[in-house]
């Protein structure tokens, strides 16, 4: 989890929820609100509008920033005005390196996809037998895969019943961990398997070769989004502040306002 000196509540930016365009659901506000969550981070507020628009985005982003909320919620509003899926459409998919890390944005996630009535998220990740797995989206289907690459790409491998086609969102997270973790060719074989016509979000800490090679085969005309943290200087030294600032492959600067 996020590190004390990375905790979003201590960067807020002024831009609230409710304030986002396009605009944020009712029952996502109110998930949101019981959660106690009013003022986006900046890597929030330059990126929700960005998926919710149609747009492929690459996050540089550090641990602790908010990015978890930064994708869900995208995905979220854009499955809601979505058709409602047939048990085994999957909608979206969501790769992360660790089990730690899916379970952590898998239990992220529930509440806001609980808004949904049809869309059924699904963990998929090593350790449990793949044939439990396997068994669990045959009898209950499953909308949303949120999981390991490994295991994500052995079960669309064994599964023919899931159906792909209809899939909207991808998203890579701490891609640059994926990569070091030696996940290449299970991305790419997840990725062979999705429809070129869809969303991508790819989030990374830093931007190494590997990331940026992945984010041209996965992306299209990404907006870039940088988060930094940076010395606030008229006040008080020593607090951090971090601030978004996005960019179109144009080079057209989007600039999120910092508190
Ligand atoms: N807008 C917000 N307002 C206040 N707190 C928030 C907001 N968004 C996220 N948080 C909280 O900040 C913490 C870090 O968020 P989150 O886990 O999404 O960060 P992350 O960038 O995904 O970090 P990690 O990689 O460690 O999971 C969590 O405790 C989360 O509940």
Sequence with gaps: MAAEDNNPNKALTNTRFSDLNPPISEPVLD???????????????????????YKDVAVDAATGSGKTLAFVIPIVE????????????????????????????????EPFISTLSNVRPMLL?????????????????????????????DIMER??????????????????????????????AIISRL????????FSATQTEAVEELSKAGLRNPVRVEVRAEVKRQK???SSQQVASSKTPSGLHLDSQPD
């Design 236 to 238: 008080d030294l020593t």
């Design 195 to 202: 429809p070129k016509l869809r969303r991508t979000g790819l």
């Design 159 to 188: 599964m023919d019943a899931l159906d792909f086609r209809n899939l909207e969102i991808l998203i890579l997270d701490e891609a640059d961990r994926l990569l070091d973790m030696g996940f290449q060719k299970q991305i790419s």
């Design 31 to 53: 998930a949101l609100s019981r959660s106690g969550f009013e003022f986006c981070t900046p890597v929030q507020a330059a990126t929700i509008p960005l998926l919710c628009g």
């Design 78 to 109: 854009i499955l809601r005005r979505a058709s409602p899926p047939q048990p085994h459409q999957v909608m979206g998919v969501i790769i992360s390196p660790t089990r730690e890390l899916s379970s952590q944005i898998f239990k992220v996630a």
């Design 125 to 153: 990740v090593g350790g449990a037998e793949v044939k439990a797995d396997m068994r669990k989206i045959e009898e209950e289907g499953a909308n949303l895969l949120i999981g390991t690459p490994g295991r994500l790409s």
